[in-house]
């Protein structure tokens, strides 16, 4: 099959909360889960990921998988086929303990002769620009309306497309964004303003900001005070300078600023933070 000849028939589209581990299971369709916040750790076909928010999560049936939150996460999951050869089988189809899976009962692995993204485990970090076009699947799942069944397959064949879409074109752009965090994070003191680090990547400055922005869902300046500030914890806890030094050595024009920043993005004045 190619992946344009796809007609997803989604059984299931919710968002819930994950606060029990789930055991070594089997599951009889294809499941997709987005990590909306939490952390906690997935195990698939016997290889363990670190879960955090804005991953996406995909197996195809007959996939062995077990999670364990920590303490919970919360997430978008949706069971479905991608075709719809079993649109009769309108319910859920749970999850089995492995050693209770009847194999017979597995809907068909699908294999794409195109792009074989879908043809094992995916597991895709930083996908936060499909964030809204799940929840409005979802919504729209959820809804019950007139041909809501058609309406949200067809917005699951849409979102299957950008994953594709997005791993195959942003590999390049994930270096981009992982070179200028780290360089942030190793020239706090320095100018790191948009027209700054656009220079540096030989970018335009709103292309590079929309790139952060679709990497981390924060601008490229909310990373910049981010970064900022976690350095400063680290001066706050584990020296004596004064607050004027550590503005000085984070960037921030004086104490005054850097004070101000600090207690918006922490609740805490860095006195206060500093004597715990």
């Keep these: 099959m190619r992946i344009t000849e796809i007609s997803p028939f989604i059984r299931y589209a919710s ?15 294809c499941r997709l889960q987005y990590i909306l916040d939490g952390t906690g750790t997935y195990t698939i076909n016997g290889k363990t990921y670190r879960l955090a928010p804005d991953m996406l999560v995909f197996y195809q049936p007959g996939t062995e998988y077990a999670f364990t939150p920590e303490p919970i996460f919360h997430c978008i999951a949706l069971d479905f086929d991608f075709t719809q050869e079993f649109s009769h089988i309108r319910h859920p189809q749970y999850p089995i303990p492995v050693e209770d899976f009847d194999k017979t009962q597995m809907h068909p692995h699908i294999s794409f002769s195109d792009y074989g993204l879908f043809d094992t485990p995916l597991v ?13 699947l979802v919504e729209e799942f959820r809804s019950g309306k007139l041909f809501f069944h058609e309406k949200s397959g067809a917005m699951l064949k849409n979102i299957l497309l950008e994953i594709v879409r997005f791993s195959q074109s942003d590999r390049k752009k994930s270096d981009i964004c992982d070179t200028v965090l780290s360089y942030i994070d190793a020239h706090t003191a320095e100018d790191l303003s948009n027209e700054r680090l656009g220079e540096m990547m030989r970018l335009d400055p709103c292309y590079l900001n929309r790139l952060i922005k679709n990497y981390t869902g924060h601008s490229l300046h909310k990373n910049v005070i981010r970064h900022r500030i976690q350095t400063a914890t680290k001066f706050l806890l584990n020296t004596n300078l004064p607050l004027e030094e550590i503005a000085h050595r984070t960037g921030f024009c004086d104490a005054a600023h850097f004070s101000a920043c600090f207690k918006k993005q922490t609740g805490t004045a860095p006195s206060r933070y500093r004597k715990g």
């Design 124 to 136: 895709l970090e930083h996908a936060f620009p499909l964030r809204q076009m799940l929840t409005e």
């Design 15 to 29: 968002v819930h909360n994950q606060s029990v581990p789930r055991f070594p299971s089997i599951t009889y369709d």
